[in-house]
């Protein structure tokens, strides 16, 4: 794995011609596949982490040769993007959050490339497949035991942005609440970023002072605000009892998996057989895509009845006996 700036030397100095490749994907049986990891923010931010790290994982077992650049803007991203294309790369991964159109225009002029996006949409072409955070069933389990602990009736949740993949979240955790205690209500705050810790500690603390005693921690920032006000707290994406000091904060995780969709992405390619498709499947339950944590200190504090509770809800989600509800709209405060 490496982490590379794509210059544009690159571009000019390249595998030539890829633009007019015809006809399926080259398989790749037997060989490593040479993939590029393209993100927005700093690798260190949760979402693009759980990509880096899936990707990581497949170039220490020796499947691909794996390069990366971050902090690449949306208005840098197109560049990028075909620069990777040019230097001979058979697999993309990224996210196309805001530039879905000029994204699929590249796969169209790389038609034997196969990328991977994060992408609210449809899959498009031949060689263009989708994915999203779809972990609202961890969720959901984590808002059963947020509801058997919060003694105000009061939960706050402060996220980055109102969008899809973040108003999931939040519905999946309020409605796993309210199933066990419907005279709860909620705070919501949105910051307006993807990496701000101290003005989500800001956020945090105001819903505090409004009477709220646990918190969903969408955001890094968060945990902080609960550990200096004296709350718990859930987490979300990453381990934030182990990863963001969260000990004695966070009484559990909803986390994010991305080795599953990753690891069939590259099984395609190199088979040859990579296709549009839509990956929201893998990175569910019952793809292993989606877990919720241990909970580490909390384990003998937490009821048996609510530990049990749980254990059965997944079991029955992971056999699809149990479906929780996907809900994107932008959910609102009701206090």
Known sequence: MKKIA?????????????????????AFAGQKIKVAGIYTQPIQQKWDARLH??????????????????????????RVLREYCESGVQLIVGEAFGISKEAR??????PNIAFLMGDPFKPHGENFSVFDNYIHEPCYLMGIIAGNMTKANKIGMVGGYPIGEVNRLFHAFMN???SVNP??????????????????????????????????????GVVDACREKGILAFGNVNDMNKEENGTD????????????????????????TFSAEEYHDWTMMAK???????????????????????????????????????NDEEPKSTF
Not at 12 to 18: H, K, V
Not at 56 to 70: H, K, L, M, Q, T
Not at 105 to 110: E, L, Q, T, W
Not at 301 to 324: Q, Y
């Open 176 to 178: 796993g609440a309210t």
């Open 105 to 110: 225009k590249v796969a169209d002029d790389y």
């Open 183 to 220: 005279n709860i209500k909620f705070k919501v705050t949105f910051i307006g970023s993807w990496y701000d810790p101290p003005k989500a500690k800001e956020a945090a603390i105001a819903q505090i002072e409004a009477g709220v005693d646990i918190m969903y921690a969408e955001r890094a």
């Open 249 to 272: 904060v966070v009484v559990a995780s909803a986390l994010w998996h991305m080795e599953s969709a990753i690891d069939h992405a590259i099984e395609r390619v190199k088979n040859g």
């Open 288 to 326: 292993g895509g989606a877990t919720l944590s241990s909970y580490y200190e909390f384990d003998s504090k937490l009821p048996s009845s609510v530990k049990n509770k749980v254990s059965s809800l997944a079991n029955e989600i992971k056999a699809g006996k149990f479906v929780v509800e996907i």
């Open 6 to 26: 794509i210059s544009r030397r690159l571009f000019t100095a390249g595998i030539t011609g890829s633009v007019f490749a015809l006809g399926n994907l080259q």
């Open 53 to 78: 790290l899936a990707l990581d994982a497949a170039a220490n077992r020796g499947d691909v040769d794996y390069v990366f650049s971050e902090k690449v803007s949306n208005t840098d991203y197109v």
